[in-house]
């Protein structure tokens, strides 16, 4: 029986993706040592985002966070998203960036995700370097969207210019959700065979239904290691559920290396978290074709859902999604969008 391994996200992308990263620090200590015995083999604890979050609305030290939950969870690598810039949309100077790093790895962090939306070798390059002058292990994303430039071919070359970076693992990431069955078995085989020595991790969203169904063709296929949450903060536009996934694994003969028994209580927390400060309750969602159209990665869509929701403005949205052809043009004839076989209904209610 072959092992499928984890990598825990709740306390980065699954807060993000569902809270609007609104979880304290105290929250999060009251789960890691919980986590830290489970058994993940890497935890997603901060991104840029979260810094900017910590400073102008919690009020709260994000290094400090580091080094407290990096004080309760010394057995599980803490793992950071980094890129070439603080930012996304700011220029940011490599003396900054540098700092940057220095300071995560100063604090507690062991492993960097490196990730840029245009999967620009450059910008890769800058974060790779860095992160191995500092003995932080790296996994390089290969960020995943649907559009007439995101065939195989550029994934291919994209697979190739990654690789020659030498980072520790190449990822698919899927922040938008958008990954099938069939597509992340296409993409898997793509990598398989223009970077055959590199292991592969997979991170993918819950957003249009498909999220667990998509990690079980990554687990058929030998893929090393999957990006997993804790309900409260699974599911929706979060990540698939780890007690889903290791249960759909065992049933596929595969041994899950993970205690769930140590993860039952971190729901319940979590839980018990969410009702008493009205937080949102991740769930299985139907799947939402419009998601294709507006592309809206999870983590932006509950920062969105959230800012709205202050303005008093979230009905807006919700129009919005009703009529994406209107709010989110993209293509006149978007032919390269995904077409589904009549069985997947079927398939997704089995889930």
């Not at 008093?312 to 949205?317: D, E, S, T």
Request: charged share 20%.
């Amino acid at each position: 029986m072959s092992e499928v391994k984890f990598v825990d996200t709740t306390l980065r992308d699954g807060q993000a993706s569902l809270w609007a990263e609104n979880m304290r620090t105290g929250m999060m200590l009251a789960v890691a040592e919980n986590l830290d015995r489970a058994g993940f083999q890497a935890a997603e604890l901060i991104a840029a985002s979260h810094i900017k979050k910590c400073v102008r609305e919690l009020r709260e030290d994000p290094f400090e966070r580091i080094r407290l939950v990096a004080k309760r969870m010394p057995r599980t690598p803490l793992r950071c998203v980094g890129t070439d810039r603080l930012s996304a949309f700011e220029l940011t100077p490599d003396s900054v960036n540098h700092l940057w790093f220095e300071r995560f790895a100063a604090n507690g962090i062991r492993q960097i995700r490196i990730s840029n939306p245009s999967n620009d070798p450059a910008g890769w390059k800058k974060a790779v370097l860095r992160a191995k002058r500092l003995g932080l292990a790296t996994f390089l994303n290969l960020t995943y969207s649907v559009s007439p430039k995101h065939t195989d071919e550029y994934y291919a070359r994209k697979s190739r210019e990654g690789a020659a970076l030498k980072p520790d693992y190449l990822c698919i990431k899927d922040p938008g959700g958008l990954l099938t069955p069939e597509r992340t078995v296409a993409l898997i085989q793509v990598i398989r065979r223009e970077a055959p020595s590199f292991p592969i991790e997979l991170h993918t969203h819950c957003t249009t239904g498909l999220g667990a169904l998509c990690a079980l063709e990554a687990i058929k296929l030998g893929v090393e290691l999957i990006d997993t949450a804790v309900p409260p903060l699974a599911h929706a536009s979060s990540n698939p559920s780890i007690f889903n996934v290791a249960h759909n694994a065992r049933a596929l003969s595969f041994t899950p290396v993970i205690d769930e028994g140590a993860l039952r209580s971190i729901e319940t927390t979590l839980t018990s978290i969410a009702k008493s400060e009205n937080l949102p309750i991740g769930a299985p969602v139907e799947y939402d074709y419009s998601q294709y159209l507006h592309q809206v990665p999870g983590g932006m869509i509950s920062n969105f859902h959230f800012q709205l929701k202050n303005l008093g403005m979230l009905h807006r949205v919700r129009k919005c999604w009703k009529k994406p052809f209107a709010c989110a043009p993209i293509s006149a004839t978007r032919s390269w969008l995904p077409h589904f076989p009549s069985s997947l209904a079927a398939r997704q209610r089995s889930t």
